[in-house]
């Protein structure tokens, strides 16, 4: 059931994830859920804040600004968390 799992948390957007996340926390918050079922929630929180993490972390390799040249044309890009920026 765990790679089942895994292998539908890989399919979701973030945000799907999150939200999906954000349940399972409420869910465990409430202190209604039996001890195992619990357990199988808090497993299912673990795989998809990995996946957010791991979409949060694709994301920010994409994200780059444009440095532009003396000219004001784009003369390269910088990352997004460039200090200098």
Known sequence: ?????????????????????????????????????????????EHLRKHCQARLDAAQLRIERIVAGPDGSAAGTQPFDDPDR
């Open 1 to 45: 059931m765990v790679e089942s799992a895994a292998s539908d948390i890989a399919g979701l957007t973030f945000e799907d994830a999150l939200r999906a996340l954000e349940d399972v926390v409420r869910k465990l918050e409430s202190g209604e859920v039996p001890l195992d079922d619990s357990i199988t929630l808090y497993e299912r929180g």
